[in-house]
């Protein structure tokens, strides 16, 4: 059983930064690829990133390439998002979920365990 707790959420203006970071209990967190999804108000959820087990492979969605990225310190047993750019689009709660493998996952579905989320909004 894996518990995660995400942190960082918050409320910042367009084109600011915000960093989010998810704590994951346990003693094999290499173990797990990690992702990133969000769901906005009246929407699905939808994936946002993932990290390889090692942490030496990420993908991105289109949406965020190039502006958000993700890390892993497996030491701390913790991955980040860095958001950086943010738009008015990228408002939602932001999910940090596990997947059993070391492989990165895009699907929801290939997740194990999912933390409660962390609100990000996004003024203009």
């Known amino acids: 059983q894996v518990q995660l707790v995400e942190s960082g959420g918050g409320l910042v203006q367009v084109g600011g930064s915000l960093r989010l970071s998810c704590a994951a209990s346990?003693?094999?967190?290499?173990?797990?690829?990690m992702g990133w999804f969000r769901q906005a108000p009246g929407k699905e959820r939808e994936f946002v990133a993932t990290i390889s087990g090692s942490g030496a492979v990420t993908y991105f969605a289109n949406s965020v390439n190039g502006r958000f990225t993700m890390s892993r310190d497996n030491a701390k047993n913790t991955v980040y998002l860095e958001m950086n750019s943010l738009k008015p689009e990228d408002t939602a709660v932001y999910f940090c979920?596990?997947?059993?493998?070391?492989?990165?996952?895009?699907?929801?579905?290939?997740?194990?365990?999912w933390g409660q989320g962390t609100q990000v909004t996004v003024s203009s």
């Open positions: 346990g003693r094999t967190f290499d173990n797990y690829a």
């Open positions: 979920a596990a997947s059993v493998g070391r492989l990165p996952q895009s699907l929801s579905t290939s997740y194990d365990y």
